[in-house]
Antibody, heavy 118, light 107 residues
Framework: EEQLLESGGGVVQPGGSLRLSCTAS????????FSWVRQAPGKGLEWVSSFSGSGGSTYYAGSVKGRFTISRDNSKNTLYLQMNSLRTEDTALYYCGRHGHSDGFDVWGQGTVVTVSS | DTQMTQSPSSLSASVGDRVTITCRAS??????LNWYQQKPGKAPKLLIY???RLQSGVPSRFSGSGSGTDFTLTISSLQPEDFATYYCHQSYSAPWTFGQGTKVDIK
């Protein structure tokens, strides 16, 4: 079964850092691009960042650019999101998603919760 | 950035109804439009990609249409398991963006 499993969420103070991980199983990780998508409590989906499957291009939402860094380790089948200078508005459930046809996200993890609070 | 506007924000419908949700992009996105279903406490599920292509395993009562700036998700006969929130998503150009969601609940 094709699966993604996020980890690394937690409670952090404003200005702090966290690193999220998304580990894949059941498919060839290196063949795909991936994204991070977040959902604040009671709110809609917000795309955060993407790492393309070919060429290694990375992309960021304006709200996180310069603070978050996406990376991947194909030898570990893992996608990362390094989050620095966290703000209260970064509080959300963070999902990773696999890029399928036309870059629709065809496989999702269950999410990991990030809470930024003093 | 490309803004995605869904309408309506919510709707009430009965089992068996035909339901239509629209998504408008602030600029042309060709056919790079995807639709997701999300139920409470669950991750989103891809229904439609490339505006009109049905994702494997998704029932045929779901369909998508449109290109350029105007897109539609149609559920031909609403089933009890279809009560959920639906999101459109443009993957034409970064930053990728989602619509604000349409909640479909029971009339």
């Amino acid at each position: 079964e094709e699966q993604l499993l996020e980890s690394g969420g937690g409670v952090v103070q404003p200005g702090g850092s966290l690193r999220l991980s998304c580990t894949a199983s059941g498919f060839t990780f290196s063949n795909y691009g991936f994204s991070w998508v977040r959902q604040a409590p009671g709110k809609g989906l917000e795309w955060v960042s993407s790492f393309s499957g070919s060429g290694g291009s990375t992309y960021y939402a304006g709200s996180v650019k310069g603070r978050f860094t996406i990376s991947r380790d194909n030898s570990k089948n893992t996608l990362y999101l390094q989050m620095n200078s966290l703000r209260t508005e970064d509080t959300a459930l963070y999902y990773c998603g696999r890029h399928g046809h036309s870059d629709g996200f065809d496989v999702w993890g269950q999410g990991t919760v990030v809470t930024v609070s003093s | 950035d490309t803004q995605m506007t869904q309408s309506p924000s919510s709707l009430s419908a009965s089992v068996g109804d035909r339901v239509t949700i629209t998504c408008r992009a602030s600029q042309s996105i060709s056919s790079h439009l995807n639709w997701y279903q999300q139920k409470p406490g669950k991750a989103p599920k891809l229904l439609i990609y490339a505006a009109s292509r049905l994702q494997s395993g998704v029932p045929s009562r779901f369909s998508g249409s449109g290109s350029g700036t105007d897109f539609t998700l149609t559920i031909s006969s609403l089933q009890p398991e279809d009560f959920a929130t639906y999101y459109c998503h443009q993957s034409y150009s970064a930053p990728w963006t989602f619509g604000q969601g349409t909640k479909v609940d029971i009339k």
